[in-house]
Nanobody, 117 residues
Framework: QVQLVESGGGLVQAGGSLRLSCAASRSMLGDNPMGWYRQAPGKQRELVAT???????DIADSVKGRFTISRDNTKNTVALQMNSLKPEDTAVYFCNLHHRLLEYDYWGQGTQVTVSS
């Protein structure tokens, strides 16, 4: 089992910045992507950004150029730097680790990001 613990999030005005961090309780073999998804009220959970151990990223078009994802493999952490935030970025953000071999997703508890206009 792997536990994902998130930190960061909060309330910010439009145009502001926030940084989310996520720490995995242990390392896992394989190049398993870690990243962030978000879910706004009444909407489905959607991908924000993921990154593999090798550094390959998958970033949603809606956040490209504004959000940056990074990973520290020595500390089993992933971070999401969010700049130029918009009200439509308001959502609960979930840390994710996808185990490719097991085809299984681990999730954090979620952290609220609210962007006021």
């Amino acid at each position: 089992q792997v536990q994902l613990v998130e930190s960061g999030g909060g309330l910010v005005q439009a145009g502001g910045s926030l940084r989310l961090s996520c720490a995995a309780s242990r390392s896992m073999l394989g190049d398993n992507p870690m990243g962030w998804y978000r879910q706004a009220p009444g909407k489905q959970r959607e991908l924000v950004a993921t990154i593999t151990k090798a550094g390959s990223t998958d970033i949603a078009d809606s956040v490209k150029g504004r959000f940056t994802i990074s990973r520290d493999n020595t500390k089993n952490t992933v971070a999401l730097q969010m700049n130029s935030l918009k009200p439509e970025d308001t959502a609960v953000y979930f840390c994710n680790l996808h185990h490719r071999l097991l085809e299984y997703d681990y999730w954090g508890q979620g952290t609220q990001v609210t962007v006021s206009s």
